[in-house]
């Protein structure tokens, strides 16, 4: 009788052991170092290929027609009219009169200057390229476009500049102020620029932040300070783009009251 009573004991104590032991087993992570080494050498492996070898065998890198320089044609003293640097970029950018957007100017606007090839305002390789290859012989120049986007995607320039009274700057950053053109990077699968996405793929950044008092004080950093109206009254914010993403659009508009502007189906008709 003792026997059994202490094999009755023994009993639930063994079938806990091994539920126990099941479960560790079966339903936990391997936490032994050659277990940890396994999970290693899948992962790191990986993420190498999905975030370093993959974008780059995804994207092929071009070259435009020629060099442009924006700080050059932004200078105030070669004669385009304009008193701000928002000013001077719309000479060239500007609204038509139905409103929409110009974009990337056409060759009417760049021989409003650039009128005769033979008399180059400078003595670069590019400006020779210009004048003779485009000037003279009357063609376009086939610019390759960062921003060119599916046609089921809807961006209006003229609201967030006239009514939503955005800079160039601020989605833009000192791309106004660039002494080159970015390499063009072209998705092999869709056609697009990289640029629509961000050249960034990880996704984070710091393009909109609060103005701290003393941090932004240059003439440089001015056109990037934005006041807005909030609950707890005005808070200035610092909003520079380095890349267009769908969440600094997302983020933009939220610190602007703007929320309904993040529904899938504003931007994506």
Same mark, same amino acid.
């Given at each position: 009788?003792?026997?059994?009573?202490?094999?009755?004991?023994?009993?639930?104590?063994?079938? @806990?052991?091994?539920?126990?032991? %099941?479960?560790?087993? &079966?339903? %936990? =992570?391997?936490? @032994?170092?050659?277990?940890?080494? +396994?999970? %290693?050498?899948?992962?790191?492996?990986?993420?190498?290929?999905?975030?370093?070898?993959?974008? !780059?065998?995804?994207?092929?890198?071009?070259?435009? =027609?020629?060099?442009?320089?924006?700080?050059?044609?932004?200078?105030?003293?070669?004669?385009?009219?304009?008193?701000?640097?928002?000013?001077? /970029?719309?000479? /060239?950018?500007?609204?038509?009169?139905?409103?929409? +957007?110009?974009?990337?100017?056409? !060759?009417?606007?760049?021989?409003?200057?650039?009128?005769?090839?033979?008399?180059?305002y400078g003595q670069t390789e590019d400006e020779k390229i210009f004048l003779e290859?485009?000037?003279?012989?009357?063609?376009?120049?086939?610019?390759?476009?960062?921003? *060119?986007?599916?046609?089921?995607?809807?961006?209006?320039?003229?609201?967030?500049?006239? !009514?939503?009274?955005? &800079? /160039?700057?601020?989605?833009?950053?000192?791309?106004?102020?660039?002494?080159?053109?970015?390499?063009?990077?072209?998705?092999?699968?869709?056609?697009?620029?990289? *640029?629509?996405?961000?050249?960034?793929?990880?996704?984070?950044?710091?393009?909109?932040? =609060?103005?701290?008092?003393?941090?932004?004080?240059?003439?440089?950093?001015?056109?990037?300070?934005?006041?807005?109206?909030?609950?707890?009254?005005?808070? &200035?914010?610092?909003?520079?783009?380095?890349?267009?993403? !769908? *969440?600094?659009?997302?983020?933009?508009?939220?610190?602007?009251?703007?929320?309904?502007?993040?529904?899938? +189906?504003?931007?994506?008709?």
């Amino acid at each position: 009788m003792e026997n059994q009573s202490n094999a009755s004991e023994k009993r639930p104590q063994g079938g @806990s052991n091994e539920s126990g032991g %099941l479960l560790n087993s &079966t339903f %936990l =992570p391997p936490f @032994s170092l050659k277990g940890w080494l +396994f999970v %290693l050498a899948g992962l790191v492996p990986a993420l190498i290929v999905g975030w370093v070898v993959f974008p !780059m065998v995804l994207y092929s890198s071009q070259q435009q =027609p020629f060099n442009f320089s924006h700080v050059v044609h932004t200078n105030p003293d070669i004669g385009i009219e304009g008193e701000t640097e928002q000013e001077l /970029c719309m000479y /060239c950018h500007y609204f038509r009169e139905d409103g929409t +957007f110009v974009g990337i100017p056409g !060759m009417d606007t760049c021989t409003m200057c650039h009128d005769d090839p033979e008399f180059p305002y400078g003595q670069t390789e590019d400006e020779k390229i210009f004048l003779e290859q485009y000037v003279a012989e009357g063609k376009e120049v086939p610019w390759l476009v960062y921003s *060119d986007q599916p046609e089921c995607v809807y961006f209006s320039h003229i609201a967030h500049v006239k !009514m939503g009274g955005l &800079t /160039c700057g601020q989605c833009h950053g000192d791309h106004g102020r660039s002494e080159t053109l970015p390499v063009y990077k072209e998705n092999r699968l869709t056609g697009y620029s990289i *640029d629509i996405w961000g050249r960034n793929i990880a996704g984070y950044s710091k393009n909109i932040k =609060p103005a701290e008092a003393g941090m932004y004080e240059t003439e440089d950093d001015e056109q990037y300070l934005r006041t807005i109206e909030t609950e707890q009254g005005e808070e &200035t914010y610092h909003i520079k783009m380095s890349s267009m993403k !769908m *969440d600094d659009c997302a983020e933009c508009h939220t610190i602007h009251h703007q929320e309904q502007n993040n529904a899938c +189906f504003v931007c994506h008709k």
